[in-house]
């Protein structure tokens, strides 16, 4: 039995990265009780588990495509979903090296997974379906996490224990990795591409010499270093909204998949978005007032999300794209953002630090880096001329 129908495929893919989010949020959310039961008690160990968190993000969206071009972009996926399983080890690690151990393979699966959403779309789905199904794939991670922030403890309650609801996301998630194995998945014939195609081997020194890798990267980052100061500082400075801004964000991905659906160009949203992001940003982190503070996180967690589908279909609609160049393309998005956002991080804390625990300075920081969004609109690339002209003709 093989596994043919596009959206049967897009399915698995999904639900992949919805149960790597549950698995992984699930397991940040229980941390303290993993900790207990190891008799771990110092700040440093559990900081020291974020870091090795990070670390596995960067290397895996790094080497993500090395992979792929070694293994086949199937194969590759199941890789990566086989990592995510290794969650299984979290919630029994008999120490806290193999708690670590645990930790930093799960997010090293998640890192290639979200590299492998890009050559898999560009291999089942046509031009047109390519923005909605990349909008879809990036309000997976969101709705993992928002089960688990709102039902996690219904879920301890029906699984009988924190325990129990870490290890059936696992078996659930290999479940779900052995289906991807039926999928019949060929990868794309070159032999008959025009000679004025980009080559077929697109490696990391091209990669890395491409202009449009770095300024993509670039406008990220400042978005995805306030995305994880979010969960990582603001709750420690009394900010405590982040749950508003993960659910709006779903509504903002369902909205900005309507709208690159209606709407060829991809720069506006995007550009826009940038924008009322960098307003929101500092409204959510300097207003002292509780309702104004909850509403800007619904706002950001809106305009956040709603220029991903548009942001993330730009290298989709790049003329002569192929499987090799896009899982570059992403491979460096991803690892680029995440090295940037990794050092904003640190700085965000050192600034704290230095102020004796004043959070105005970082809080100043992170507000300007919000609006790398909105610059980097001015850089990349308008893809969607090219699907305004095929509408005009």
């Known amino acids: 039995m093989k596994i043919t129908n596009k959206y049967l495929v897009e399915t698995i893919v999904f639900f992949s990265y919805v149960?790597?989010?549950?698995?992984?949020?699930?397991?940040?959310?229980?941390?303290?009780?993993?900790?207990?039961?190891?008799?771990?008690?110092?700040?440093?160990?559990?900081?020291?588990?974020?870091?090795?968190?990070?670390?596995a993000k960067i290397v895996g969206t790094f080497i993500a495509a090395w992979i792929a071009i070694k293994l086949g972009i199937k194969y590759a996926f199941f890789v990566s979903s086989l990592l995510i399983t290794i969650g299984l080890l979290t919630p029994y690690a008999p120490?806290?090296?193999?708690?670590?151990?645990?930790?930093?393979?799960?997010?090293?699966?998640?890192?290639?997974?979200?590299?492998?959403?890009?050559?898999?779309v560009l291999q089942f789905f046509k031009a047109e379906e390519r923005s909605t199904i990349n909008g879809i794939n990036a309000v997976a991670f969101n709705i993992g996490t928002a089960v688990i922030l709102w039902q996690?403890?219904?879920?301890?309650?029906?699984?009988?224990?924190?325990?129990?609801?870490?290890?059936?996301?696992?078996?659930?998630?290999?479940?779900?990795?052995?289906?991807?194995?039926?999928?019949?998945?060929?990868?794309?014939?070159t032999s008959t591409q025009d000679i004025n195609d980009l080559p077929e081997i697109y490696s990391y020194r091209e990669g890395l010499k491409d202009r449009f890798n770095w300024i993509y990267g670039l406008a990220y980052s400042g978005i995805l270093a306030?995305?994880?100061?979010?969960?990582?500082?603001?709750?420690?400075?009394?900010?405590?909204?982040?749950?508003?801004?993960?659910?709006?964000?779903?509504?903002?991905?369902?909205?900005?998949?309507?709208?690159?659906?209606k709407i060829p160009l991809r720069l506006p949203v995007i550009r826009w978005s940038g924008f009322v992001v960098i307003i929101s940003t500092a409204v959510f982190s300097f207003s002292d007032l509780y309702w104004l503070q909850t509403f800007a996180a619904m706002v950001l967690g809106f305009?956040?999300?709603?220029?991903?589908?548009?942001?993330?279909?730009?290298?989709?609609?790049?003329?002569?794209?192929?499987?090799?160049?896009?899982?570059?393309?992403?491979?460096?998005?991803?690892?680029?953002?995440?090295?940037?956002?990794?050092?904003?991080?640190?700085?965000?804390?050192?600034?704290v630090d230095m102020n004796q625990g004043d959070y105005t300075m970082s809080f100043i920081l992170i507000t300007a880096l919000s609006s790398t969004l909105f610059i980097g609109s001015y850089f990349l690339p308008e893809s969607g001329l090219q699907n305004k002209e095929k509408e005009g003709s």
């Not at 100061?229 to 964000?249: D, E, R």
């Open 303 to 351: 305009f956040i999300f709603l220029p991903v589908t548009a942001l993330v279909s730009i290298p989709h609609e790049l003329p002569k794209m192929t499987s090799a160049r896009i899982t570059i393309v992403f491979s460096m998005f991803y690892s680029i953002s995440y090295i940037i956002s990794t050092l904003i991080l640190w700085l965000f804390g050192s600034l």
């Open 226 to 261: 306030f995305y994880i100061c979010l969960f990582t500082f603001y709750p420690k400075a009394g900010i405590v909204q982040s749950k508003w801004v993960i659910g709006f964000g779903i509504i903002g991905t369902i909205f900005g998949i309507i709208y690159a659906k």
């Open 19 to 55: 149960l790597f989010a549950m698995a992984w949020v699930g397991g940040t959310a229980s941390m303290q009780s993993i900790m207990l039961s190891l008799d771990v008690h110092s700040l440093a160990s559990a900081s020291f588990i974020s870091g090795a968190v990070t670390l």
């Open 95 to 120: 120490n806290y090296e193999l708690l670590l151990l645990s930790r930093f393979l799960m997010g090293l699966g998640g890192a290639f997974m979200v590299v492998y959403f890009n050559p898999i």
């Open 152 to 189: 996690m403890g219904s879920i301890n309650d029906l699984t009988g224990g924190w325990q129990n609801s870490l290890t059936l996301f696992s078996v659930i998630s290999l479940i779900v990795a052995l289906l991807w194995l039926l999928v019949k998945f060929e990868e794309p014939d």
